[in-house]
């Protein structure tokens, strides 16, 4: 087999060898290696490319699949190319000036384009290449057309399928609530800001503070009873593990949208990943990101990073939530976005805890919430450093209900070993 009979990758898509035809040009026929190049354009949709490389390496063929290689364009090469690396780097060239410009432009403006590092003469007349006629041509057209409709049909069930989860969690875990519930007044600050995010009188909130004060629960109740829905208006990112390039190709999904980076700790302590936030959330009237290019390669770039343009505008809003105090954050993003603490005193956090009974699992008697609730207090006054918030309440009311004879033993066991005593 030879290095040009088979499959390869490039930046923006993947090549497929097909066959071995041979084409007329200029009179003369010449055997051709032939691939089907599938690539997404800047709007995210599939574009399929027919390509032939002759097998001395000196001719390059590119043509819509409607149009057979006369009616395509031809290039000569210099340098001739002698395996799959050499066209991945030539498909990457002549994509990189078509694919982020101008989706509007065809076949012909793109290699136009070309400058002459590649080009070695002018493109021959239009029915100088000639392709000896196959019936299977067709076949491999409609194979890849149905195959990539298939796996767009996937990725669109798999989406919808996570928005409607999403939308399903927001509803069990607000159903019951009216929105205007008394108990939530300690939130107020920070309901008063996320409110302010969505109306678009800024950029941007960063809601920081200890684990387990309730922030991501407050925020979702806001995003709900202000009558936002998963993806229609919001994006949800959650993860401390996220790379740049995830948060990149998020930022440019939902440029329009309301972001949120939940559990976003790690990623502000990158230098990088604070830059490219400061970018989003700046206060110019006009707010564009640009890729950061070395960042991204030495992360590991995705495919779906190479679908996103290098620059664009940003005009959505991000909120993030971290466990991180102001201190740990860098002041030229606190000062484009804000910084709201939600901490509470232990004695508040204590009577904030009994006030949200009846909003946890609902399923549970509140007779057995202050079952645990009282037990967990004892443990407090045995144990001065164990730290009570909604989360060990949370836990420790799950265990309750897993195992309803020794759950005492386990909370005390787990609470003590991972908190200290």
């Not at 019936?135 to 057309?145: D, V």
Request: proline share 4%; charged share 30%.
């Amino acid at each position: 087999m030879s290095n040009l009979e088979r499959n390869f990758s490039f930046s923006k898509g993947k090549a497929t060898f097909s066959r071995i035809e041979t084409l007329k040009i200029d009179n003369k026929s010449v055997e051709c290696y032939k691939y089907i190049v599938l690539f997404r354009d800047a709007a995210n949709k599939i574009q399929l490319r027919n390509l032939w490389v002759s097998k001395d390496g000196r001719i390059v063929i590119l043509s819509k699949p409607n149009l057979n290689p006369a009616q395509g364009y031809i290039e000569f090469i210099k340098k001739p190319i002698k395996k799959t690396s050499d066209i991945a780097t030539f498909l990457d060239y002549i994509f990189s000036k078509f694919v982020h410009s101008s989706l509007k432009e065809d076949t012909e403006a793109f290699v136009k384009k070309i400058s002459g590092s590649y080009r070695d003469s002018n493109r021959l007349n239009q029915n100088a290449a000639v392709l000896i006629p196959s019936a299977i041509t067709s076949i491999f057209y409609l194979y890849y057309l149905i195959k990539y409709h298939i796996i767009g049909m996937r990725k669109a069930k798999i989406q919808k399928e996570a928005t409607s989860a999403e939308q399903k969690l927001n509803l069990l875990l607000f159903r019951n609530q009216k929105g205007s519930e008394n108990e939530f007044q300690e939130y107020s600050e920070m309901i008063s800001a996320i409110k302010s995010v969505i109306a678009k009188r800024r950029t941007g909130i960063i809601i920081g503070g200890p684990p387990g004060t309730g922030k991501t629960y407050v925020l979702r109740r806001t995003l709900y009873f202000s009558k936002l829905k998963a993806e229609e208006d919001y994006a949800y990112l959650r993860g401390s593990t996220v790379s740049i390039s995830d948060v990149y190709y998020v930022l440019f999904k939902y440029r329009n949208k309301l972001i949120v980076l939940d559990d976003f700790d790690t990623p502000l302590l990158d230098s990088d990943m604070r830059n490219l936030l400061k970018a989003a959330t700046d206060t110019y009237p006009v707010r564009i990101i640009t890729k950061p290019q070395e960042k991204i390669v030495r992360s590991g770039q995705s495919q779906k990073t190479t679908e996103v343009p290098d620059k664009y505008e940003f005009k959505g809003r991000i909120i993030i939530v971290t466990n991180l105090p102001m201190d740990k954050i860098e002041p030229a993003l606190i000062s484009r976005m804000g910084y709201i603490t939600v901490d509470f005193p232990a004695k508040k956090m204590y009577e904030l805890i009994q006030k949200m009974f009846k909003y946890m699992r609902s399923d549970v008697p509140l007779e057995v919430k202050q079952e645990v609730f009282d037990f967990l207090m004892q443990l407090k006054k045995k144990y001065p450093k164990l730290r009570m918030d909604f989360r060990v309440f949370s836990n420790t009311l799950d265990l309750r209900v897993a195992f309803p004879k020794n759950w005492k033993a386990i909370t005390e066991k787990i609470l003590v070993s991972s908190r200290g005593g």
